[in-house]
């Protein structure tokens, strides 16, 4: 299932029903999973450790250096869980020592072409990464999020789970979990309600997220008086209270 014109590293270690395509190129210390499949023209250096079922498309380019101008040579990683799709001229970079060393791809993400993913960024699990979106180092996307075409995000940027960004959108504050945004410097447009309908979340979980909502954007309160008021009923709704735990972390001001 290795085409002859693959070059793969000695020590790389491949599980036995891996499909490498003609002309892909695996390093040393790649470590990749059962049932995974490479395209022709793929790059994958390491230290990289790819999971099971995945489907990497032609011309990705996949653990190479940070581009990052303290980066010495360091031996950090790149870790891509399973199931995921990654699209053409996709690029992920390592990590690099100033952070964790590491950078994190999770499950079952759809991240299609052109996307690129810096050193040091964390990718939760059932995200979409549509065409040319495009991570800064450090930044996190939470499980579910939407990153429309085209959409730049800032270093050390958090982008809260069942998120959405509108294609074009410029991203240099943290999103919180839930909301909507667009447009560049980016603003937040509501909350991404047909994601949560999609995702099963009940009409009165719904209906609260949509009242903290109220209080963070439409009532025209500072972030921590909007705090104070929906730590009242965050207790209430378990979406309300992981909202608030976003908020009372994040560390460069939100989207608003």
Request: hydrophobic fraction near 40%; aromatic fraction near 6%.
């Amino acid at each position: 299932m290795i085409h002859p014109t693959a070059v793969i590293d000695a020590s790389a270690e491949l599980a036995a029903d891996v499909d490498i395509g003609p002309y892909s190129i695996i390093g040393p210390g790649v470590t990749i999973g059962a049932r995974t499949r490479v395209g022709p023209h793929v790059v994958i250096l390491g230290p990289t450790q790819i999971g099971e079922d995945n489907r990497i498309h032609q011309f990705a380019s996949l653990g190479d250096a940070p581009q990052d101008k303290k980066y010495a040579g360091e031996p950090t990683r790149l870790e891509i869980g399973d199931r995921n799709i990654i699209r053409e001229f996709v690029t992920f970079n390592r990590g690099t020592v100033q952070d964790e060393g590491l950078t994190r791809i999770g499950d079952d993400n759809w991240i299609m072409a052109y996307v690129h993913i810096a050193h040091d960024c964390r990718v939760g699990n059932q995200t979409i990464l549509a065409n040319n979106a495009s991570m800064a180092g450090h930044v996190t996307v939470g499980d579910y999020a939407i990153l429309g075409g085209f959409t730049l995000v800032h270093q050390f940027c958090v982008i809260g789970a069942h998120s959405l960004t509108a294609f074009g959108s410029g991203i240099s504050k943290d999103v919180p979990p839930y909301v909507t945004v667009g447009g560049s410097p980016a603003r937040a447009y509501g909350l991404n309600m047909e994601g949560l309908r999609r995702r099963g979340f009940p009409e009165g979980v719904r209906r609260q997220l949509k009242d903290a909502y109220r209080v963070l954007y439409r009532e025209n309160l500072s972030l921590q008086d909007a705090l104070a008021r929906l730590r009242e009923t965050a207790g209430e709704c378990e979406e309300v209270s992981l909202l608030v735990d976003f908020l009372e972390t994040q560390t460069r001001g939100i989207v608003r």
